[in-house]
């Protein structure tokens, strides 16, 4: 009879050799200018078709197809971001099809390629900045939703960041219209808890959307580790990157990485001070009981 030890065992060895094997798929796909067939994945994983395509889910939590965009689309923001063109950049990270490209560069970049390639030029981004308990808020949108949410000491230190993100872009004060949705984030960061109605026009990689997706998932009142994070999407030795992605979000609150803590429960930084981290937990939490 196997005793409980030797099952355990042998359940560490299998997903050991799952990780293993969805690594060097992974490892397949970036190298690759065209998505591999599933079957020539699961090949290289030593694992059937089905079983492959569950197995990668599970342990990245994208399909191999999500997985393959986000890298295509990674490749795509290094070439523009390097000075290359459009073009150039779309062949590049293996888009045959420049229609195909152009259909859906919007969800991948957050706003038309070539406007990424010049830092925003040809989009008008409308923002506004106010005052809330926590101190200034700036608060910018493109025509698809909110791209930034920032808190801070300073009003000009916030509205030159803004500018030296999106150096071309076209910035425009907000009408009445805007306003609304400077006084709904102003509203958001009073209540976090009550969540945020409004678009996002984010942009990420496939592992950072991940992430923010995860961190949305986060009950108002509560917090997770930046372990706990890597394990929910998937990655469980993906603690460090996941700091660095709630480092990068370009949302105060609308993406509560205010969340996450160390694991010992202690806060670590923030990206708007970690003071303002602390008192958005307790509103959260007061509000909670």
């Known amino acids: 009879m196997t005793s409980t030890a030797e099952r355990a065992r042998a359940a560490t060895d299998v997903s050991a050799r799952q990780r293993q094997a969805v690594t060097r798929a992974c490892r397949l796909i970036e190298r690759s200018d065209e998505l591999p067939s599933l079957e020539r994945l699961a090949a290289a994983a030593g694992l059937s078709r089905f079983h492959f395509h569950r197995v990668f889910k599970r342990l990245t939590g994208v399909t191999p197809k999500a997985y393959a965009d986000g890298q295509r689309a990674r490749r795509v923001r290094d070439g523009l971001a390097a000075g290359a063109s ?72 916030l509205v030159r960041a803004l500018q030296d993100r999106f150096p071309k872009a076209a910035l425009a004060g907000g009408d009445a219209g805007f306003e609304r949705w400077v006084a709904a984030v102003v509203g958001l960061v009073e209540q976090p808890a009550l969540g945020l109605d409004l678009p996002l026009d984010i942009r990420g990689t496939a592992f950072q959307l991940r992430v923010w997706e995860a961190l949305r998932a986060i ?60 008192a958005l937990l307790e509103r959260e939490r007061a509000r909670r009981s």
């Open 219 to 278: 009950p108002p009142g509560e917090t997770a580790s930046y372990a706990q994070v890597a394990r929910r999407i998937g990655q469980p030795g993906a603690s460090r990157a996941v700091a660095a992605a709630c480092a990068a979000n370009p949302v105060a609150v609308a993406i509560p990485c205010h969340r996450v803590v160390r694991t010992d429960g202690s806060l670590s930084g923030y990206r708007w001070g970690v003071q303002r981290k602390a």
């Open 86 to 157: 459009v073009t150039a950049a779309m062949y590049g990270a293996g888009f045959n099809s420049s229609g195909r490209f152009h259909a859906s560069a919007a969800a991948r970049l957050g706003m038309r390629p070539s406007a990424a390639r010049a830092g925003g030029a040809g989009t008008t981004i409308r923002f506004a900045v106010g005052q809330c308990s926590l101190g200034a808020v700036l608060v910018a949108a493109t025509d698809v939703g909110v791209c930034t949410i920032a808190l801070g000491d300073d009003p000009d230190r």
